[in-house]
């Protein structure tokens, strides 16, 4: 009868280590597929292991502001530069206008996925007005909401240059110390990473 017991035993042994590797296996996919996205999710809350560095110049807009929460309306379904002027387009403002211009046209074959703007506050003076008709003849231009802009804008009384993406929504701003490279390399990354406008 002893030895009938043990062709029994001898069966029934390997089944249970084969069970139990089972579960560590199942167990281990799980973590290797959960693992990282709660890692992922504490490190977002909990703000650790956060990287420093960035790779753009500007200020960074994340919180889903869009061209009309700064004064803006307008219809453009394409990238854009757009400068704001809430006082009178000064020096500074001019040189962003010009900046802007000069951005699109170095975007090369890339050029019509960008379009250039000024809004502005108030009325810029008769002798800029023509020269603006003159060499800037495919700047858009739209009135800016001081109301609006004053609640929105990071340095409301000066003027700054905006990227503004194809939905309209702010992507980053620049202030009137930004260099023309910088912006370039900014606005050509946000055009290869992109697949709209």
């Not at 017991?5 to 959960?34: E, F, H, Y």
């Not at 001019?94 to 502005?120: E, T, W």
Request: hydrophobic fraction near 45%.
């Amino acid at each position: 009868m002893g030895a009938a017991m043990n062709p029994l035993n001898m069966s029934d042994a390997p089944a249970t280590p084969d069970r139990r590797k089972g579960r560590w296996q199942l167990i281990l996919i799980l973590l290797m597929v959960i693992g990282p996205m709660a890692l992922a999710t504490f490190m977002y809350k909990l703000q650790f292991w956060v990287p420093d560095s960035r790779s753009y110049h500007g200020e960074l807009i994340g919180n889903g502001q869009t061209r009309a929460d700064i004064g803006v309306q307008a219809d453009e379904q394409r990238w854009q530069l757009l400068v704001t002027a809430p006082s009178a387009c000064a020096a500074e403002c001019r040189q962003l206008v010009y900046l802007a211009r000069q951005l699109q046209i170095g975007l090369g074959r890339d050029a019509s996925r960008a379009s250039h703007a000024l809004a502005s506050a108030q009325p810029v003076g008769a002798d800029y007005e023509a020269r603006l008709k003159a060499e800037y003849p495919q700047l858009q231009r739209y009135p800016l909401d001081l109301t609006t802009f004053g609640k929105a804008a990071a340095a409301p009384g000066e003027a700054q240059l905006w990227i503004v993406d194809p939905h309209g929504n702010l992507v980053l701003r620049y202030d009137t110390t930004v260099k023309g490279k910088d912006l370039l390399n900014d606005l050509r990354q946000l055009l290869k990473l992109s697949n709209i406008g």
